[in-house]
């Protein structure tokens, strides 16, 4: 069990040393001046000017390898630089917005796997049924409306035909609990209906399959009730693939709530994110994707770990 | 064409209408999609402009048809290019291992690091917006995905034989790949690409919502949603009619890869789920009905007569045991011998109510003998009523010990579980009572191996444990369906020992032993009932019957058993019939060297040759 | 031995490196080990042993599917571990193999014939508008009709399947054929039909077969010699009469003593069977491998491990105490009425 998290682990930290690594070759190793390419507009020609003084800012000047260290520097102090459209510290930023993103992210999270292991589990019981059918369609159609139709159709809805929910915003819940909790209530649940439908597969999956194994048979061999089956059996079990998934999907998340905060005008990481790309502000891009990655890469291990403890089996396998 | 395939035709139809109104976009009459017509925006549906008109009064039918064509060819064209490229690296890397998995398939993985949404922006950050940087990026974005998939499936055909064969006949790799391995991947492929159109869609929809996909005035269904949000008070259908275009689409390519996936996959679950886990039925007490007072016979244990199984599927029956009659005596050990297709484990199964789902007995008379002496007709049983005498009354062992014991509960949990079902023992009690059933099984130190998981013991300690769990309410008949089969013969012997011992300790213990090995039989049974095809064509006691044998089969089967150091082993011609191409008379007729006209016709009469011994051959005096 | 060996396998091994504990001590865990063999044409001869014990290995590595990680294989005197390329595919002709698993060893997705016609076409054995007359007669030659020759291998039962795989490894008109546990996995009246197809075959094209399987019965009745192998080593090698007959291992006349028979013994025991199980191939016991599920052993088994000395001629065995004695079914004869 130590080799296996201490193999992970390793991993892991390997695997965010190579992200670190592609996302300077991606902005150093494209083809023409990386100045230039962040300063022209379309076919429109970069000041020359221009591109001088931002090459000195970002260090292009430097040798390559130079470069390179500052970059690993930056990631491994945490100093991502400061941003170029407002000279705002870069760190700082991401220091205050990344809760908020992480807030709807555990928010939905929780909602999804609270409604979506049951309802899951219910339909694989009832597999071939009604009910099933209906909830196969339900996660279906979940599944496949883009966040940013949910998110204007659930405004329309809540904000401006019932008027019940504010369509959008941000207050701090040390100045108004109330409002925050409001506020947070249509982004976590837009975000939370299609986690929802893919923990409600999922879960149906994993509980159909298990449902066919032999141990199951043989807990009814025993003697044993339903709810005793169906507890330390059937859901013990498929649970395992669930959370991985939901882990996953979390881990996914962290750079995929863009088009929810940008909906509800949530101030978070993402949304940053996109006006960062937008005005290419290079600091700012590369600090936000270093730290979605590292979150990632970890969250990803942590996944594992957690798998490991559930499954008996899974520290023995030889990687 | 299978049910799973023609429940392709809905998606795969519904998904080629989408494609072809998008496509045939330039030849439909549709109206320019950028005229516009400023004094009537927000115009609803009229003559001329079916959805009506949009913000600057363009057709709204005509920029969604249009719209689409950007997200397909986006989707679509990444969709392929992913496909082609991960397709290669997937097999390169999974047939060829080591170094060359290296550099394709763990490379790729490297892009899986980078949540999605964001490599996406990442490379229109560095390429800017528009349609070609957009399929680039969801090109490098599904790689990896795809190389994954066809990776996996490759490493596992790789190690089939077929494989192998091709390696030993001397074929190059290239050759193996392209014809064997290739065609042998192909189901996760297709189902990958049809999820990934869907997925494509999304991301693609979202960045051109966002502005950073789809360059207007190019229409696209993201960025009709961004604008028709400006208007959402005043026109609320402008968000509708887009919105409902892309998730609809989505979603008929997610069905289309549903549908695919379970046409393409063999252990397709058509009519799953559990019936037994679903509620009603009685509270667990034995029904009035299933029960009688009076025993027949003093000693009879068990009594099966003319109990047929048969699976059933929409109104359709297939008889798969017919008029089986098995009777066990108390303490006595009765052999069910025969070959795959025989019916004998479901018959074992049908016993305790293990049965799958689709199969359920249609006929015939199960009267087992409970403890307190009251008779238990096992037909009228529903599960609550299973439940009651699983483990106490009749308890079962399987086959594979190492599926049939929970990889994530240790050894000593699933053995009190059984205890704990039953209410006899609590606490601390059945903690002693567990190391001492694992000690009665023979595993040594069995303190310890209480606390190991199924995968921590050996083959046989695992089939060892089996059996404690099976013997831990003192069954009065205990069901092994081929307890020895999947073990070495030395581990084998002891296996068999072990049930010796447990018979010698519980002398009043009925065992229903089910194998193939008929040199097992005859070391551990009194009585032996030989199965074919779905029948019981022979059954006495096991000396008299492999001394004497009174059916043809039961007769070839020992003759093709080579102790006999013949030149030559007698073979059966021919194989078993399928349940659903039973020959018409005697089903062994088409394979029996003793076959006349008369075996061809009626099903042939049960004869008892002693007051012990059943035969259904008509001609087992002319043999004998 | 008067005739010269068709394939000579001299001091084989195979071994897996393992890692153990967290800083990773490499270890060695020998899947096979020091095993010689020779074989001669039209021999057949029998490797049994139980899981675990190497056979698998071993017949790879005769065929050249696996590598050994020391000794080597000669076939026809030119050792295959050095040939590449063209030479190597000209020695994949004459060396074929028939699998265990008969859902597993054909492709699901193509015809039997153009599986069949495979090693026909890769080896050109015959001129191409001769193969399908060449498929048939293969087809014919293992028992089946000409019309299966279109049909996919679902359409098979489980022995046809077999069939079908000899009729594929016949078509490069091989001298060697590595069977696999060829028959563990059909049906017992389908098995008699494999062995007798395997036996003309053998009889008919003069084929050297190595037959690896765990069934005793089977291997006695088809096999000119045995081979039994334990943990990796050959623990006793002769005659097949010899071997069965007056075991002089006693891992040997354990195996069949534990081998049930359709005449058991009247005063069955516990005492003939062998107690605990097979020590963990990455862990083995010091000397002699079987030593501590040995009734027989005393104290020096443990200090080295026992050559494979002669018993008599073309007969040895591994045991500081190898002798012939009557197997376990002799005296069950002996002791019935």
Not at chain 3, 284 to 293: D, E, L, M, T, V
Request: net charge positive; charged share 20%; aromatic share 6%.
């Amino acid at each position: 069990m130590i080799r296996y998290v201490a193999i992970r682990s390793l991993t892991a930290i390997f695997l965010v040393w190579v992200v670190v690594t592609l996302v300077f070759m991606l902005l150093h190793l494209v083809p023409g001046d990386p100045a230039e390419l962040l300063l022209s507009q379309g076919s429109i020609a970069a000041d020359p000017a221009a591109v001088a003084a931002l090459r000195e800012r970002m260090g292009l000047n430097d040798p390559i390898w130079q470069q390179y260290l500052d970059h690993l520097g930056g990631v491994v102090t945490g100093d991502f630089g400061a941003s170029f459209r407002d000279g705002a510290p870069v760190a700082e930023q991401i220091a205050t917005r990344l809760p908020r993103t992480l807030e709807i992210i555990i928010a939905a999270a929780v909602i999804a796997a609270a409604a979506g292991i049951p309802v899951g589990t219910y339909a694989a019981i009832r597999a071939g049924g009604r009910v099933d059918g209906f909830v196969n369609f339900l996660a279906s159609a979940a599944m496949s409306t883009p966040v940013f139709v949910v998110g204007s159709v659930v405004i329309l809805l809540f904000a401006q035909q019932l008027r019940i929910l504010p369509a959008g915003g941000y207050v701090p819940f040390s100045v108004d609990p109330v409002q925050h909790l409001k506020l947070l209530l249509m982004p976590a649940g837009t975000v939370a209906l299609a986690l929802w439908a893919v923990i409600v597969r999922m879960s149906r999956g994993a509980v159909l399959e298990v449902l066919q194994r032999d141990y199951v048979r043989t807990a009814r061999a025993k003697g044993l009730g339903r709810g005793p089956i169906l507890r330390r059996h059937v859901v013990r079990t498929a649970l395992i693939p669930v959370l991985t998934v939901l882990g996953l999907e979390m881990g996914t998340l962290i750079g995929g709530t863009v088009l929810v905060e940008y909906v509800f005008n949530w101030p978070g990481l993402s949304g940053y994110l996109v006006a960062a790309v937008d005005a290419r502000d290079y600091p700012e891009v590369v600090g936000i994707v270093m730290t979605i990655s590292v979150i990632f890469v970890f969250l990803n291990l942590a996944v594992d770990l957690v798998n490991a403890l559930l499954d008996p089996r899974i520290s023995l396998v030889r990687r | 064409m299978t049910r799973a395939q023609r429940k392709l035709i809905l998606p795969a139809t519904l998904a080629a209408l989408v494609v072809a109104v998008i496509v045939l976009a330039p030849v439909l009459p549709l109206p320019d999609v950028r005229s516009m017509d400023v004094p009537n925006r927000f115009a609803g549906p009229s003559a001329t402009h079916w959805l009506g008109q949009d913000e600057f009064g363009r057709d709204v039918l005509a920029r969604l048809i249009w719209g689409g064509r950007a997200s397909l060819f986006i989707a679509v064209g990444s969709a392929l290019a992913a496909a082609v490229i991960g397709t290669v690296l997937g097999l390169l890397g999974g047939y060829f291992r080591g170094l060359v998995e290296f550099v394709t398939v763990r490379a790729a993985e490297v892009i899986l690091c980078l949540p999605p949404l964001l490599l996406a922006l990442l490379v229109v950050t560095i390429l800017g917006a528009g349609t070609w940087p957009l399929i680039l990026a969801l090109t490098i974005l599904y790689t990896p995905i795809y190389a994954r998939v066809v990776y996996s499936a490759t490493l596992q055909v790789r190690s089939l034989d077929y494989v192998t064969a091709q390696k030993a006949m001397g074929a190059y790799p290239l050759r193996i790949l392209a014809t064997t391995v290739l065609p042998n991947v192909m189901p996760p492929l297709l189902v990958q690409i049809s999820l990934v159109v869907a997925s494509a869609m999304l991301i693609e929809s979202g960045l051109s919502f966002l502005g950073l996909g789809v360059v207007p005035p190019t229409p696209s269904w993201g960025l009709m949603i961004q604008a028709a949000r400006g208007s959402m008070e005043v026109a609320p259908m402008l968000l509708l009619w887009p919105s409902l275009a892309l998730a609809g689409t989505i979603l008929t390519f997610n069905f289309l890869c549903d549908r695919l996936q379970t046409a393409l996959d063999p252990r397709g679950i058509t009519a799953g789920g559990a019936l037994w886990l679903r509620g009603g039925g009685s509270r667990g007490a034995v029904p009035r009905s299933a029960r009688r007072a009076a025993a027949p016979k003093q000693d009879t244990l068990l009594e099966v007569e003319g109990m047929s199984i048969a699976a059933q599927n929409a109104g359709t029956s297939l008889e798969l045991v017919r008029r089986v009659s098995v009777t066990v005596r108390r303490g006595e050990t009765v052999a069910l011998v025969g070959e795959s297709g025989s019916g004998k484990s479901i018959t074992g199964l049908a016993l305790t109510g293990l049965l799958p789902d689709a199969l359920s007995i249609t006929g015939g008379d199960v009267r087992f003998v409970a403890r307190d002496g009251e008779e238990i007709d096992l037909g009228a049983l529903d599960e609550a009523g299973f439940r009651r005498i699983r483990s106490g009354e009749i308890s079962m062992v399987f086959q594979d010990a190492a599926a049939s014991l929970n990889p994530v509960l240790r050894i000593g949990e699933q053995v009190a579980e059984a205890l704990r079902a039953h209410g006899g023992a609590r606490g601390r009690d059945v903690d002693a009572r567990v190391v001492e059933l694992l000690r009665q099984v023979g595993l040594p130190d069995p303190e310890r191996r209480a606390r190991a998981y199924p995968h921590e013991l050996s083959g046989g300690q695992r089939q060892r444990a089996m059996i404690a769990v099976a013997v831990a309410n003192n069954p009065r008949l205990l069901i092994a369906d081929e307890p020895t089969t999947a073990l070495d013969p030395t581990i084998q012997a002891q296996i068999l020992e072990l049930f010796r011992s447990l018979k010698k300790a519980t002398p009043d213990m009925g065992l229903i032993f089910i194998t193939h090995d008929l040199a097992v039989v005859a070391e551990i049974a009194d009585r032996v009932t030989v199965m074919y095809a779905g029948e019981v064509v022979e059954d006495g006691p096991a000396d008299e019957v492999f001394a004497h044998p009174h059916h043809p089969y039961t007769a070839a089967l020992l003759a093709s058993v080579p102790e006999g150091g013949t030149d030559r082993l007698v073979a059966i011609p021919g194989t078993v019939p399928l349940p659903d191409a039973m020959p018409e008379g005697c089903r062994f007729a088409p394979r029996c060297s003793h076959a006349r006209d008369v075996c061809r016709t009626g099903s042939p009469p049960t004869s008892h040759p002693t007051p012990e011994r059943r035969t259904r051959c008509v001609r087992w005096k002319e043999i004998a | 031995m008067p005739e010269t060996s068709l394939i000579e396998a001299h001091g084989l091994g195979r071994n897996y490196p393992m890692r153990q504990g967290l800083l990773g001590r490499q270890k060695d865990v020998w899947a096979v080990r020091d095993v010689s063999l020779n074989m001669v044409r039209g021999e057949s001869v029998g490797v049994v042993g139980e899981s675990g014990c190497g056979k698998s290995t071993l017949g790879r590595m005769m065929m050249g599917l696996e590598d050994p990680s020391i000794g080597s294989v000669r076939f026809d005197g030119r050792d295959i571990a050095g040939l590449r390329g063209a030479e190597r595919r000209r020695l994949a002709r004459r060396m074929q193999m028939v699998f265990q698993d008969p859902f597993g060893s054909l492709d699901p997705r193509r015809s039997v014939g153009a599986q069949i016609a495979d090693g026909l076409r890769i080896h050109k054995i015959v001129p191409a508008r001769e193969i399908a007359d060449e498929t048939t007669r293969l087809i014919e030659q293992v028992g089946l009709s000409s019309a299966a020759m279109t049909r996919r291998p679902h359409e098979f039962s489980g022995g046809q399947r077999q069939r079908i795989a000899v009729a594929r490894a016949l078509a490069t008109r091989p001298d060697f054929i590595v069977a696999d546990e060829p028959i563990s996995a059909l049906d017992v009246s389908i098995q008699a039909q494999v062995v007798n197809l395997l036996i003309d075959l053998r009889r008919d094209l003069d084929l050297a077969i190595l037959f690896i399987s765990h069934d005793l019965h089977i291997v006695r009745h088809f096999c000119d010699r045995i081979v039994v192998m334990y943990l990796g080593r050959i623990v006793e090698e002769g005659p097949a009469e010899q071997v069965f007959g007056t075991p002089a291992h006693p891992y040997t006349r354990a195996l069949l003593a534990a081998t049930p028979s359709l005449h058991p013994r009247p005063d069955a025991t516990g005492d003939r069977i062998l107690s605990g199980e097979l020590p963990s191939p990455s862990n083995p016991p010091s000397g002699c491998a079987f030593r501590k599920r040995c009734p027989i052993a005393e104290p020096a088994c443990a200090k080295a491990v026992p050559p494979l000395e002669a018993v008599e001629g073309g007969w040895r065995a591994a045991c500081i105490k190898a002798g012939p004695r009557p197997a376990p079914d002799e005296t069950k004869e002996k002791g019935r009425p």
